[in-house]
Structures are given as C-alpha cells and as structure tokens.
C-alpha cells in the first residue's frame, strides 16, 4: 500500500471511534462535528470492508476486526506521537515533558524512585510516570515499546531491541517465620515439595527454567501480579516465594518471613532499559538512557547493591 495516498486523519479518527464506540462522542473528543465524523467513519468502512462499528440494540459494539484494529490504532498513534514530538535538543533544566517507563512494582521499588530523585534533581520539568508490563509482552514487545519510552525488564525475556543495562540482581526465597518444614538452611526437598506463591507474569521465567533444568516443578497455589505482595502471602502459611533479593531487603519486617539462598546456584538477574528503535537518536531518549544509567552506576547505589545481593 502506498502510504502517500492514505488520508492520515482517518488514523485519528479511527482511534476515536474505536474507543468511544459512538460516533457523536468520537466527534466532539476530536473536534470533528456529526457529519463530518459520519462521513469519517464511511470512509473507514469501505476501506477495511468491514463496519467496524455494529449496533446491538441501543449501542454500538466492535466487530472482531474493530477488536483487533483497536490495539493496533493505539500503538500507532502512540508512535506517531513520539515520531512528531522528536527534538534535536534537549536542556533537561528547561525541558517541560512526560517520560513513560513500562515496568514492575520491583523496579520501581529497587530503582524507579532513585531516578525519580535525579530527575527532581535535574530537571524539574520532567515528568515519569511508571506503568504495569502487560502479561503478553513476550508476545508482542515492539507494539508496547512504540508505546512507552521505554522498559525496565531483565534479560532472558525479550531480544532483538537496543537496550542500556541498570544493575545485577539475585533470587532468594521468602518462608515464613513459624514454617517449621523448613530448617536453617531450604533444601532442594523443600523447594520441590512446598506449595508456591509465584509472580503471575512470566517476569521470572529463567528462574523457572532454571528449576526445570533440575528436575523441580513448582506447585503453585497462589499467584499475584506484584512483587511487593508475595511476602504477605507467604506468611503463616508453608508457601514459598522467589523474589529478587534488592526487593526482599526492601520489604524486610513487612511481615513474619525469613529471607533464605536458594539450595542451587540461581541465575542472576540482570535489569536493563529496552527501547524502541525509533528512540535511538533522540536527544530526550539519550539524556533518559544516560540517566538511568548513572543512577545505577552511583556508588552508592553500587555499594547498597552489592551488599545486598553479596
């Protein structure tokens, strides 16, 4: 298809639809009066040769097409609007602007508020705001990275994207105080014949594989989406927990549970800044990839974490 000879309004008007599944609030949200959006939305129909939009009694509803149409429109115009925001300059003092980080509430936690700290510091104006990994990242990454301005996730998940590394992590599990299964030190035994508390996401996946490769399949009873819960659902119970040890320190007292080494040499888990390739050249994303990677690099943030994970 030739792109030239696409009307680019009707990305926006698309979107607006799609969402708002009425054709006079799509109108108003962007500034396009009813027929005007009418006529938008004919257009968009004879393209796709689909309604997009079916009334079902008093309402719309999306056709399975608008369905899929929906997340592909939004990470398009996602894209398009970093695309037309790109700058050849950036003074992080003067600056006036939003930074979008996909991750976990463990990386908020261990690191996102240390770059919060430099950015309060260094430039006043800039904005972060953190979001949650959808659970099909390892589905599709690009679409969510043409979304955000980047993603704090471990390697050993995703590929094929640049990526500025952050800071080294370990596993250690989580066993509460009064689990007389569990002796001073957890034995294989204990962590194949235990109940779990697991991430729901596949956030520690090579840790799971690594369990595979010895023989040991967790039986999990419990699964949540936030690191900072599983020592809460660990407690007065026989469960165990994975958790990365940076967090675990963190979360120290929070509840009855000890912190425990792994009884087998985990893999170590390595955090990194994903971007889009779009973001490579962009004066604003290499002031962000340069940050981060400073605040990581700080010695004291280097010693706090080699102390931990020692």
Known sequence: MNLASLDLNLVVALRALLEERNVTRAGRRIGLSQPAMSAALAKLRRHFDDDLLARVGSHYELTPLGEVLLDRVTATCGLLE????SQADFDPAAESREFILATTDYAVTVFGADLARAFDREAPGIRVRFTQIPAGILEEPGALLSTVDGMILPHGLISGFPATELFEDRWVFLVAEDNHEVGDNLTREDVARLPWVTYLRAYDSPAVRQLGMLGIEPRVEVSV????????????????????????????????????????????????????????????????RETAARVASAEEWQATTERTIR
């Open 225 to 288: 989406d936030s690191f900072s819960a599983l020592p809460f659902l660990v407690a007065g119970t026989q469960r165990i927990a994975l958790i990365p040890a940076l967090l675990a320190e963190r979360l120290r007292g929070v509840a009855p549970v000890r912190i425990m080494k792994p009884p087998y040499e985990s893999v170590p888990l390595q955090e990194a800044l994903w971007w889009h390739p779009l973001h490579t050249r962009e004066a604003a994303h290499i002031w962000l």
């Open 82 to 85: 970093r695309l037309f925001t």
